[in-house]
């Protein structure tokens, strides 16, 4: 049966808004996804039938916020195949888990350790590692990248060390799109017996995970890219890994026993989550990932690759045989997930963005905290369409011709 | 008042990239980067007594960037310190507060449409920062 793309898009409230008789085209999913009345409607009705804080107080209320919570983490453990819930931590999205890793994980290496990083990263798995670099000494490598975006293989193989400790690299790439062979990371880590963390924030949108599948150790994303809300995330870990790592903030829900001499601490995950946690977020990301674990993989995928083949034969066209459009990433489909950059000769993605945004296209320009790899590609920066099964033809067609006028008025 | 920010003014300061390039010798020189999107602009100042003589621009940056650029350099050679501050805090309260702008630089009223668009402010301001940090640069 066709992939009936109406029938999904009827399920979130904000495609069919309008700015000034406008409507919608949202392709900015790569930045933050939209949220289907399934995840409305599970925030609404925890916030008004069972809200109240979580894993300590004995009345009605706490105890359905506890189940709703704990239940949310379940949820998130079966999305990713994880060993067992208590391998799921929250955090406060992408960025925090990584931070955790660096600040407990991290603090357990020392001088002349490595890291391996990336040239495709996010500038959140960067910068915590070269404030750990400042703390702990470690040293950083860099795993280059290929002139279409990818990961450079042989830069692995030449990158990996008997010092590598870990291997963080990210899923999918939030500029290029380009799928990480995991399995080569995986491969190389397990060599040296270096651990390896993936950034999942633009992969987690695209259906179910099998961690340990993947054979990785740590895994992170964002709730409010996987039709969630905002406010919530994930690290995942293996059990023995997370044991062995202190805590990284201290306060209240991550202790056994406090007194002033001494405190001890509670079991993972809520050894990590210090605090009155994002409970409403994690209600809301629990039922964003049962949401997304019903769709048809299969069919999405296929329709989200005739979009993205569309998108890049829609930039050839506005080119012209000018030359002045360059995709930044993968030309063709191949491991690749539906986010398409590009710059153009003469034209600043602002201000492309911005006239884009006129005719109800929003898309993202800028260096998509990924400066490094604008220096590889020599650019300042690039707009962005990033994809979800909620985007139909219609959206691409509506960029393109936007595209299409802006470029006419800038260039 | 349009809301259009590309109006043909707009347009052309841009693409005429007045004052575009880099002095052979400048007395003072500084560069201010956009961490929003990577833009960066260098402002290269040549004094002339108390004031300022000639200005050159290198800007990697949107069109209202470019366009700010090529304009705050064509009103400042000649003018002084005190007349660059006041226009930036001017075009800064036009974006800011949707203050009128009055004095000579009338010209940068063109920027007025940018002001509903926060994160744009700083593409018309960053030229600003660069000459201003040029300017307050021991000589």
Redesign the interface.
């Known amino acids: 049966m066709a992939f009936d793309v109406a029938r999904l898009r009827a399920e979130f409230p904000i495609l069919a808004t309008a700015a000034a008789g406008v409507p919608l085209h949202y392709l900015d999913n790569g930045a933050t996804s939209q949220m289907p009345r399934a995840v409305l409607d599970a925030i609404d009705r925890h916030e008004t039938t069972s809200r109240a804080n979580v894993l300590r107080g004995v009345h009605r209320l706490a105890e359905a916020a506890t189940a709703a919570y704990e239940g949310a983490r379940r949820e998130v453990a079966r999305y990713v195949n994880a060993a067992a819930p208590a391998e799921i931590v929250f955090t406060s999205g992408t960025t925090a888990a990584i931070n955790l890793v660096a600040r407990t994980f991290g603090e357990q290496l020392g001088a002349g350790d490595e890291v391996l990083l990336s040239r495709l990263e996010h500038h959140s798995n960067i910068v915590p590692w070269q404030l750990l670099r400042d703390r702990r000494g470690i040293a950083i490598k860099v795993i280059e990248a290929t002139p279409e975006g990818r990961l450079d293989l042989d830069s692995l193989d030449r990158s990996v060390t008997p010092r590598t400790r870990l291997v963080a690299v990210t899923h999918v790439s939030n500029v290029t799109g380009a799928i990480t062979d995991v399995g080569a990371i995986v491969a190389a880590a397990a060599k040296v017996g270096a651990k390896v963390l993936l950034d999942g924030a633009q992969r987690a949108p695209h259906g179910p995970l099998d961690v340990q599948a993947l054979g990785v150790d740590f895994y992170a994303f964002s709730g409010h890219k996987v039709y969630g809300p905002n406010g919530i995330g994930v690290l995942w870990g293996r059990r023995a890994l997370l044991d062995a790592m202190p805590p990284f903030m201290g306060g209240g829900e991550m202790i056994r026993t406090v007194t002033f001499e001494k405190t001890t601490y509670a079991d993972v995950p809520h050894r990590f989550e210090a605090g009155t946690p994002p409970i409403a977020q994690a209600v809301g990301l629990g039922a964003a990932l049962a949401w997304a674990a019903r769709l048809d993989g299969a069919a999405v995928e296929s329709h989200l690759m005739d979009l993205t083949g569309r998108l890049l034969d829609g930039l050839q066209t506005v080119d012209r045989g000018r030359g002045l459009v360059r995709v930044i990433g993968p030309s063709g489909l191949q491991a690749r997930m539906p986010v398409v950059s590009f710059a153009v000769e003469g034209a ?4 492309i963005s ?2 884009l945004d006129r005719e109800g296209c929003a898309v993202r ?3 998509h905290c990924a ?1 490094p790899l ?1 220096d590889f590609f020599g650019v ?2 690039t707009t962005r369409a990033s994809l979800a099964p909620y985007n139909d033809r219609g959206d691409i067609d509506a960029f393109v011709g936007a595209l299409d006028r802006a470029l006419e ?2 260039l | 008042m349009s809301d259009d920010l590309y109006p043909s003014e707009i347009l052309a300061l841009a693409r005429d990239a007045s004052h575009a390039g880099r002095l052979a010798a400048p007395a003072a020189s500084a560069t201010a980067d956009n961490p929003l999107c990577g833009d960066r602009v260098t402002m290269d100042v040549a004094f002339a007594g108390s004031g300022i003589g000639e200005i050159r621009h290198h800007t990697r940056g949107c069109v209202l960037c470019k366009a700010a650029a090529g304009l705050l350099a064509a009103k400042a050679e000649g003018g002084s310190r005190t007349q660059v501050a006041v226009a930036e805090a001017q075009v800064r309260a036009m974006l800011e507060q949707g203050a009128r702008l009055h004095g000579a630089w009338q010209e940068l009223a063109a920027f007025a449409p940018v002001a509903p668009h926060k994160s744009r402010h700083s593409c018309v301001l960053l030229p600003f920062r660069a000459l201003a940090d040029a300017l307050a640069k021991p000589r």
Do not use: V
């Not at chain 1, 600043?348 to 201000?351: F, N």
């Open positions: 600043h993605p602002h201000d911005q006239l320009g800028g260096h400066q604008m300042a920066g008025k800038l």
